[in-house]
């Protein structure tokens, strides 16, 4: 299945998911960081790590989504989604990204971009 388990990911996000539907997160989490990181040099320890953050990430971008405020009175709660697109877009990501030593998930989005120097602006 994954590297982590569902009481693993509960362990660092609180969520109401029970566990078999945390599982089918795991499943993803673990495809992305298998076919993102797997032939990196990363080790074991760090994938599995990643893993379950990842797993918090897909969860909180879904269906736990994570409250930054709530008040009680007109009953207002604002969501923590505005920090950015993609693993930036939540805590759980950003972690994602701290963890990966290799650089390739802070890549993630961005568009690659190749340069060329003219050497000279004459048309000989």
Same mark, same amino acid.
């Given at each position: ?9 509960? *362990? ?15 499943? +993803? ?7 993102? #990181? *797997?032939?990196? +040099? #990363? ?23 994570? $409250? ?7 009953? $207002?709660?604002?969501?923590? /989604? ?10 759980? *990501? ?10 390739? #998930?802070?890549? $993630? ?14 048309? /000989?």
């Amino acid at each position: 299945m994954g590297r982590v388990t569902a009481t693993e990911v509960k *362990g660092i996000i609180t969520t109401t998911l029970e566990d078999t539907a945390v599982d089918v997160y795991i499943v +993803s989490a673990n495809v992305y960081v298998t076919a993102r #990181l *797997g032939s990196s +040099s #990363l080790i074991d320890a760090v994938l599995k790590e990643i893993e379950r953050w990842m797993t918090a990430h897909m969860i909180a971008s879904t269906k736990t989504r994570q $409250e930054i405020e709530a008040k009680a009175g007109s009953a $207002e709660i604002k969501y923590s /989604d505005t920090y950015a697109m993609g693993l930036n877009s939540t805590n759980f *990501g950003q972690m994602c990204i701290s963890l990966d030593t290799t650089g390739l #998930l802070a890549q $993630e989005g961005k568009k690659k971009i190749s340069m060329q120097v003219l050497t000279s602006l004459d048309d /000989d």
